[in-house]
């Protein structure tokens, strides 16, 4: 019984300590100088000046300071993408809204290597323009769909025995799919969609499901000619059969990639 209640009485005062630390550095962060957004480099962690932020659907851009540090004076209700650019480093991008700018964002953004190769510029709109104002990206999609695919050539990576070519893929939102319902990405009540289906010389390299930022698919060396095309195809809505329903979704910062195999397996 005196255990017990040892036990409990640590662990109250431990308990209530934690709760008390909690609230109280969360207060200090909110009125902290150093409560504000930062570009690092993810390696090293140093500061970067002179980043470029934009969140192009609101027409946005900003520059970190000597510091790293930049503000985002943004009003975003629906999900978007935030992009980073800095000379040497690959683009980064993140999926936003007014929920994620609620905290201060320190972004890590990775050196490029000399074997990547940026597929696209800004994002992708794929689809036909027709979507829910429920669906996983209710917001208005300030660019309209240029289809339900798209396709881009790229020029054989120079990878070795020991490498992977892998195509990255940034952000993309506004997925409807089995999978994205299930982890409350959208809030459509019965339907869905099959998945975004990507595919390198003809042959289907993978599928996305989920909407987010960092996707990787591993492309088998063998496919790859001197010249390659990627083609992605958003998928359709499953329950409508009178006629064909595209998800409108939207895609950005893909890339290709080459890494050390050991990298890709941690990934
Ligand atoms: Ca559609």
């Known amino acids: 019984m005196?255990?017990?209640?040892?036990?409990?009485?640590?662990?109250?005062?431990?308990?209530f300590s934690c709760v008390f630390a909690d609230v109280i550095s969360g207060k200090i962060d909110r009125?902290?100088?150093n409560y504000q957004n930062k570009i690092v480099d993810s390696k090293?962690?140093?500061?970067?000046?002179?980043?470029?932020?934009?969140?192009?659907?609101?027409?946005?851009?900003?520059?970190?300071?000597?510091?790293?540090?930049?503000?985002l004076n943004a009003d975003i209700s629906n999900q978007t993408v935030l992009f980073v650019e800095k000379e040497g480093y690959k683009v980064f991008s993140l999926t936003v809204d007014n929920n994620v700018l609620k905290n201060p964002l320190k972004l890590g953004i990775e050196q490029t290597s000399p074997f990547d190769m940026q597929i696209t510029d800004g994002v992708v709109h794929l689809g036909d323009n027709m979507f829910s104002d429920n669906s996983a990206n209710s917001?208005?999609?300030?660019?309209?769909?240029?289809?339900?695919?798209?396709?881009?050539?790229?020029?054989?990576?120079?990878?070795?025995?020991?490498q992977d070519v892998v195509i990255r893929i940034g952000t993309i939102i506004g997925l409807d799919t089995k999978k994205a319902k299930?982890?409350?990405?959208?809030?459509?009540?019965k339907v869905y969609s099959s998945p975004v289906e990507v595919f390198v010389n003809g042959h289907k390299v993978g599928i996305l499901e989920v909407n987010g930022d960092?996707?990787?698919?591993?492309?088998?060396?063998?496919?790859?000619?001197?010249?390659?095309?990627?083609?992605?195809?958003?998928?359709?809505?499953l329950f409508q059969t009178e006629y064909v329903d595209y998800d409108d979704i939207e895609l950005a910062n893909i890339r290709i990639e080459v890494q050390e195999k050991s990298y890709y397996a941690r990934h």
Do not use: W
Request: hydrophobic content about 35%; aromatic content about 10%.
């Open 139 to 162: 917001g208005d999609f300030r660019i309209n769909a240029n289809g339900h695919f798209m396709s881009k050539t790229f020029k054989r990576p120079s990878a070795g025995a020991g």
């Open 2 to 15: 005196r255990k017990i209640f040892i036990f409990l009485l640590i662990y109250c005062v431990f308990g």
């Open 44 to 71: 090293t962690q140093k500061a970067l000046s002179n980043a470029k932020i934009t969140i192009p659907e609101i027409h946005y851009t900003t520059y970190s300071d000597k510091n790293g540090a930049f503000q």
């Open 214 to 237: 960092n996707h990787s698919i591993l492309v088998n060396k063998a496919i790859l000619k001197d010249t390659n095309e990627l083609v992605i195809k958003t998928g359709r809505n």
């Open 182 to 189: 299930q982890l409350g990405q959208n809030r459509i009540a």
């Open 31 to 33: 009125y902290d100088t």
